[in-house]
Antibody, heavy 121, light 113 residues
Framework: EVQLVESGGGLVQPGGSLRLSCAAS????????MSWVRQAPGKGLEWVAN????????YYVDSVKGRFTISRDNAKNSLFLQMNSLRGEDTAVYYC??????????????WGQGTLVTVSS | DIVMTQSPDSLAVSLGERATINCKSS????????????FAWYQQKPGQPPKLLMY???TRESGVPDRFSGSGSGTDFTLTISSLQPEDVAVYYC?????????FGGGTKVEIK
C-alpha cells in the first residue's frame, strides 16, 4: 500500500523558515516524480513544486521561486520542502503527492494527509 | 500559465439525479503526438486529501465507481455523476498536467438537494 506521511508543519513568524518532510513507502520511490501541493484554508489546490526521480530537475510555481527548495533523499525514501522568507499567503495545508507514472506530465495518484503551515506573528 | 475555470462553483442535486461539472482550459490540452488530453478530475471530501477520479480526461482511476464519467477534449471538459449518492458530497477539482506550472480549477462543491 502506498503511504505518504508529511511532517514538519507548524506556526512560524513572517520571514521565518520551515522544513517539511514526506516519508514514502509502499512503492519504488526512485521511480517517481514527486510534488508538493498546497491548500490555503477554505481555498482550492495549488501545485507548489516537483522534482525528478534523481533530483536533477526541479520546477516551482512563480510565487515560491527563490524562497522554497524541493529536494529528496532516495536512500531514505523521503521528500523535503525547505521554505524560507515565509509570508502570510504561504499559510496552507501542504500535501506530498506522487505522480502516477515516471514523468512530470501525469496526474497525482497518491496524496499524503497533509501538514499545516501557519505563518503569523 | 494555463488557467482552469470550473463551473458552477456549487450545485445541489437530488439523490439519484445527475450532476454535471464543467471545466474550461485557457489552452489546448490535447497533445497531438499521442492524441491524449492531459487533464484530470479529483474529488476531495472534508478533512481528506484529494483523490484522483479520472485522467486522460475520460479514464477512470481504479476503484472509482462507474457512475463517474469524464468527457471532452481540447479546452472543454465535463465530469458527470450519473446518479448522485450520499458519499459523492465533496468538492471536485479539475487539473491540467500538459505544462508546468501544473494548475487546478477553483473547485465545484456538490451537495444533496
Amino acid at each position: 500500500e502506498v503511504q505518504l506521511v508529511e511532517s514538519g508543519g507548524g506556526l512560524v513568524q513572517p520571514g521565518g523558515s520551515l522544513r517539511l518532510s514526506c516519508a514514502a513507502s509502499g512503492f519504488t520511490f526512485t521511480d517517481m516524480w514527486m510534488s508538493w501541493v498546497r491548500q490555503a484554508p477554505g481555498k482550492g489546490l495549488e501545485w507548489v513544486a516537483n522534482i525528478k526521480q534523481d533530483g536533477s530537475e526541479r520546477y516551482y510555481v512563480d510565487s515560491v521561486k527563490g524562497r522554497f527548495t524541493i529536494s529528496r533523499d532516495n536512500a531514505k525514501n523521503s521528500l523535503f520542502l525547505q521554505m524560507n522568507s515565509l509570508r502570510g499567503e504561504d499559510t496552507a495545508v501542504y500535501y506530498c503527492a506522487r505522480s502516477q507514472r515516471n514523468s512530470e506530465y501525469h496526474p497525482f495518484d497518491s496524496w499524503g494527509q497533509g501538514t499545516l503551515v501557519t505563518v503569523s506573528s | 500559465d494555463i488557467v482552469m475555470t470550473q463551473s458552477p462553483d456549487s450545485l445541489a442535486v437530488s439523490l439519484g439525479e445527475r450532476a454535471t461539472i464543467n471545466c474550461k482550459s485557457s489552452q489546448n490540452l490535447l497533445y497531438s503526438s499521442n492524441n491524449k488530453n492531459y487533464f484530470a478530475w479529483y474529488q476531495q471530501k472534508p478533512g481528506q486529501p484529494p483523490k484522483l477520479l479520472m485522467y486522460w480526461a475520460s479514464t477512470r482511476e481504479s476503484g472509482v465507481p462507474d457512475r463517474f464519467s469524464g468527457s471532452g477534449s481540447g479546452t472543454d471538459f465535463t465530469l458527470t455523476i450519473s446518479s448522485l449518492q450520499p458519499e459523492d458530497v465533496a468538492v471536485y477539482y479539475c487539473q491540467q498536467y500538459y505544462s508546468i506550472p501544473l494548475t487546478f480549477g477553483g473547485g465545484t462543491k456538490v451537495e444533496i438537494k
